[in-house]
């Protein structure tokens, strides 16, 4: 799911950049998902990492 959101961000972001002037506006808004999306998978994996080594303040269900 985490990939499908990236991919969908870059998608986005490519159609914005590609469209020229008509959808510039939307530029700022497709960059700061790439980045909410791109923090969200390092939490994602650093938590995974977390859960297979065993420590204790690790969410559990991630495997």
Known sequence: MI???ITGWIV???V???SGD???EYLP???AGLGV???GGVVF????RAV???DRGAQSGLD
Do not use: D, F, S
């Not at 994996?45 to 995974?48: A, E, I, M, T």
């Open 3 to 5: 990939i499908l959101g």
């Open 12 to 14: 986005g972001t490519i």
């Open 16 to 18: 914005v950049l590609a």
């Open 22 to 24: 008509r959808l510039a």
């Open 29 to 31: 808004l497709c960059i």
């Open 37 to 39: 999306a791109a923090a």
């Open 45 to 48: 994996l650093l938590q995974r």
């Open 52 to 54: 297979r080594r065993g």
